[in-house]
Structure formats: C-alpha cells, structure tokens
C-alpha cells in the first residue's frame, strides 16, 4: 500500500508532474508515473509496486503490526521488494538481486540465500557474506551470533535437522509457536511467513553493527506454520 498524495508529492519533487496534488490518481499522476519509471529503465506503465516505490524512495505502508526498522537498512531493502514473486516479477526480481547472484534464475534456484545477501549489500556493499550465500545454513557464521531479534538474519533446517537442506531469512517478529520471517522464497515470493521455532539453527548479525533489535511478539494471526520454504 502506498499514499498517492505522497507519491504525487515526490513526483513533483522530482520534476514531473502529477496535475494537482489531491490524493487522486488520475490520468495525469498515471503519466508522471511512467515518465519517471521510464527515466530509471523501469517498465513504461502506471502499477506501482514495491520497485517503484523503493526507486521513488517512498516507505510502504506494511501493516499495523510493521516494528520500527531504524538503524537496519537490510531490512529497509527487504522490504521495498516484499510481494515480489518469482514468476510475476520474474524481470524486477532478477535486475534487484546483487550481482554475486544476479546469475540465478528463481524459478529454478531456490534464492532465499540470494534475498538475504542483496539485502545485506544494499545495505553495506563491502560486507562479508558467505562464499556460497545460496546455500542457506552458510548464513549460520554470518557476521556475529545474537539472540532471535528483529533484524536479526535466521536460518533454520528443512527435511531434517541433519539434511544439507536449510531456509534462510530475517527475524520480524514472534508468537508462542513460531517466529515471523522477512523472507525470499516463501510461496515464490517475498513473504513473512511463520517457521516453527524447533526449527531454528542460529540467529546472526553483521559484524560491526551494534545490535539494536528486540524481540517483538505478534499474534498468530491464524497464520499456518510453514513446513518447506523450497
């Protein structure tokens, strides 16, 4: 969700114009929309999703239950992309992945790992990730242990505990049952999914970052816990 009036607002800060600043969005907001996208080599129509929103640099409206991300910019960069599927929007998905893993394609690769390590280099392009930042429980030396907090960077097991299989994303918040993950590759999309709490392996931070998350409790929401991230 987004507010047109904010939209038109920043349109307009950046030269092209809305027509009247009201809050409606009409023929002529849908033109400034597209001159502006086609000015950063984004897809010459009207939608504005998350992409556009990031481009514009205008925060999303994520919900009541959205926890304050200041001092985390990883999880300001996941967040511009949340609602991102891997079919839909399979060219914008593609052309935000940082280039250690741009070479993925979605639709075949799992790339919960490669989520995570873009959000990580918007957010400190010099920052060390893992050699092999696909496969999910590398991210369990990621940076510096901590406890599950938001922001935190999760990764738990998949099949079984001892299988080579894992799931990688961001801690943003909990109930009893299950912590809420800021993650890629959750039903094909950039999602926050529910993963049962047994099946944590590490909670990490990067390194030279003081740690400023807290544990935020959620209700269930009647939200199922996911049991396969692939």
């Given at each position: 969700?987004?507010?047109?009036?904010?939209?038109?607002e920043?349109?307009?800060?950046?030269?092209?114009?809305?027509?009247?600043?009201?809050?409606?969005?009409?023929?002529?907001?849908?033109?400034?929309?597209r001159?502006?996208?086609?000015?950063?080599?984004?897809?010459?129509?009207?939608?504005?999703?998350?992409?556009?929103?990031?481009?514009?640099?205008?925060?999303?409206?994520?919900?009541?239950?959205?926890?304050?991300?200041?001092?985390?910019?990883?999880?300001?960069?996941?967040?511009?992309?949340?609602?991102?599927?891997?079919?839909?929007?399979?060219?914008?998905?593609?052309?935000?992945?940082?280039?250690?893993?741009?070479?993925?394609?979605?639709?075949?690769?799992?790339?919960?790992?490669?989520?995570?390590?873009?959000?990580?280099?918007?957010?400190?392009?010099?920052?060390?990730?893992?050699?092999?930042?696909?496969?999910?429980?590398?991210?369990?030396?990621?940076?510096?242990?901590?406890?599950?907090?938001?922001?935190?960077?999760?990764?738990?097991?998949?099949?079984?505990?001892?299988?080579?299989?894992?799931?990688?994303?961001?801690?943003?918040?909990?109930?009893d049952?299950?912590?809420?993950?800021?993650?890629?590759?959750?039903?094909?999309?950039?999602?926050?999914?529910?993963?049962?709490?047994?099946?944590?392996l590490?909670?990490?931070?990067?390194?030279?970052?003081?740690?400023?998350?807290?544990?935020?409790?959620?209700?269930r929401?009647?939200?199922?816990?996911?049991?396969?991230?692939?």
């Open positions: 969700m987004y507010d047109v009036l904010r939209l038109q920043r349109l307009a800060e950046l030269g092209f114009d809305p027509g009247p600043i009201d809050g409606a969005k009409g023929p002529r907001t849908d033109a400034a929309i001159a502006f996208k086609r000015s950063v080599g984004l897809r010459d129509r009207a939608y504005v999703g998350p992409i556009t929103l990031a481009a514009l640099k205008i925060a999303q409206d994520h919900g009541p239950d959205a926890p304050e991300m200041g001092g985390m910019p990883w999880m300001d960069a996941g967040l511009a992309v949340k609602g991102l599927h891997e079919q839909r929007n399979y060219g914008a998905l593609r052309k935000w992945f940082d280039k250690s893993v741009s070479w993925i394609d979605p639709r075949d690769v799992a790339w919960c790992g490669a989520y995570v390590a873009t959000c990580h280099r918007i957010a400190e392009p010099t920052v060390r990730i893992p050699d092999n930042p696909l496969g999910a429980r590398n991210w369990g030396s990621f940076g510096k242990s901590c406890a599950p907090v938001l922001g935190a960077t999760l990764t738990f097991w998949r099949v079984s505990k001892s299988s080579w299989q894992g799931h990688v994303g961001f801690y943003w918040g909990e109930d049952q299950a912590y809420h993950v800021l993650g890629g590759n959750q039903a094909n999309a950039v999602t926050v999914t529910r993963i049962a709490k047994k099946r944590l590490e909670a990490r931070w990067p390194a030279g970052w003081a740690v400023t998350g807290r544990p935020v409790m959620l209700n929401g009647g939200a199922p816990l996911s049991e396969n991230e692939a």
